[in-house]
Structure formats: structure tokens, C-alpha cells
T-cell receptor, first 111, second 113 residues
Framework: AQSVTQPDIHITVSEGASLELRCNYS??????LFWYVQSPGQGLQLLLK??????LVQGIKGFEAEFKRSQSSFNLRKPSVHWSDAAEYFC?????????FGPGTSLSVIP | SQTIHQWPATLVQPVGSPLSLECTVE??????LYWYRQAAGRGLQLLFY??????ISSEVPQNLSASRPQDRQFILSSKKLLLSDSGFYLC????????????FGPGTRLTVL
């Protein structure tokens, strides 16, 4: 069965520091992969997606993610975090008829 | 451009009362529509999805139901709310062809007392 894991429940980084959020998936075929961000009390916003092609995907707000098939991973990165990046981040994998979301990683940013 | 609306934004209801949450999409036709629930501090749970008018698939057996009376309208209902129905309800849509990319509405915060 398809599944998505996000090993880090909560991460705290300093403003200006680099960020990497981990995502691992289990899927039998070539996956469609997504990262979403959710600010408190808000809906989810799509940051980026991977369907095929270049394994390094650029998204909005300066985020990027790299698909590594050998590691079944799709980690999200940002070179310099801003205080406004504090939010919940969800990795997701698309299967035949639905999208399966990971449990989320909560990001705190300290000045 | 496409937009998705949900209302109400917040709702406080007593146990045993009925529920009706509405979701509408603008700027697209024949979308797939989804209802998710997000309990406090937890991930997203898919409740229902619909690929067309009157076509509803249920993911989790519960006291909730969904209906799609119009192409771009999706309604989540309950006849009698339970305490466990409290949560953040999110509606999402996707285009039929690229159905994996889902776009979310602003959500409805439901508190059952």
C-alpha cells in the first residue's frame, strides 16, 4: 500500500539558516509527489510538485525539492529561512485515484 | 483563475445537532472534489471524493455524508454531530485530467460541544 512518512514531527531553525524537511514514500510505480504548506488556521497551499523529468524541482517562496528514487525520498529544502516560513509542511504522494498525505512537519523559526 | 470557497469559516455546534458545510469552486468545469478532516495536531484524513454530480465515494464510515448537487458544489452533512466530529474541514478540487494535483480551500473550523 502507498504511504508517506515524515520522520520529523517538529523542527526549529534560526532565521537565515538553511532548511531540509524529510519525506519518504512507499509506492509501487513512479510516484507523483507534492509538498504543501499550511499556516495556522488556513488551508493548504501547493509549494511544488514532481511528475517526471528533472529530479530537482523548484517551487514557490524559494523552496526546492529533490526526488531520489533509490532512497524513495522527496526532501524539501530552502537555503535561507524567513520568519514567515513558520508553518506546517505536508508531503504527499499521488496514487491512482487519490493523494496520500504524510503526517506533517511543524516548522518553528527563531529570530 | 480558479478559486475555491468554503463556508462558514467557523462553526460551534452542540452534540446531536445537524451539520451542513458548503464548498464551491469557480473558474473550472467538471472538477474532482474532496472533503478532508484534520484533527488538532494531526494530518489530513480523506472523507469523501466526487468525480461528478451525484457521484460520491466514501473513504471512512462515519456519521457524515456528502452530496454534490451541482458540478462545482460539494456539501458535507451530518444529521447528528458527535464530539469526535470536531476538527478542521478542508475542501479541495483537482482537474479531471491531472487529478493528482489538489488545490485547497480556506477550511472550516468546527467545534462540537
Amino acid at each position: 500500500a502507498q504511504s508517506v512518512t515524515q520522520p520529523d514531527i517538529h523542527i526549529t531553525v534560526s532565521e537565515g539558516a538553511s532548511l531540509e524537511l524529510r519525506c519518504n514514500y512507499s509506492y509501487g510505480a513512479t510516484p507523483y509527489l507534492f509538498w504543501y504548506v499550511q499556516s495556522p488556521g488556513q488551508g493548504l497551499q501547493l509549494l511544488l510538485k514532481y511528475f517526471s523529468g528533472d529530479t530537482l524541482v523548484q517551487g514557490i517562496k524559494g523552496f526546492e525539492a529533490e526526488f531520489k528514487r533509490s532512497q524513495s525520498s522527496f526532501n524539501l529544502r530552502k537555503p535561507s529561512v524567513h520568519w514567515s516560513d513558520a508553518a506546517e509542511y505536508f508531503c504527499a504522494v499521488g496514487s491512482y485515484d487519490k493523494v496520500i498525505f504524510g503526517p506533517g512537519t511543524s516548522l518553528s523559526v527563531i529570530p | 483563475s480558479q478559486t475555491i470557497h468554503q463556508w462558514p469559516a467557523t462553526l460551534v455546534q452542540p452534540v446531536g445537532s445537524p451539520l451542513s458545510l458548503e464548498c464551491t469552486v469557480e473558474g473550472t468545469s467538471n472538477p474532482n472534489l474532496y472533503w478532508y478532516r484534520q484533527a488538532a495536531g494531526r494530518g489530513l484524513q480523506l472523507l469523501f471524493y466526487s468525480v461528478g454530480i451525484g457521484q460520491i465515494s466514501s473513504e471512512v464510515p462515519q456519521n457524515l455524508s456528502a452530496s454534490r448537487p451541482q458540478d462545482r458544489q460539494f456539501i458535507l452533512s451530518s444529521k447528528k454531530l458527535l464530539l469526535s466530529d470536531s476538527g478542521f474541514y478542508l475542501c479541495a478540487w483537482s482537474v479531471r485530467e491531472g487529478r493528482y494535483t489538489q488545490y485547497f480551500g480556506p477550511g472550516t473550523r468546527l467545534t462540537v460541544l
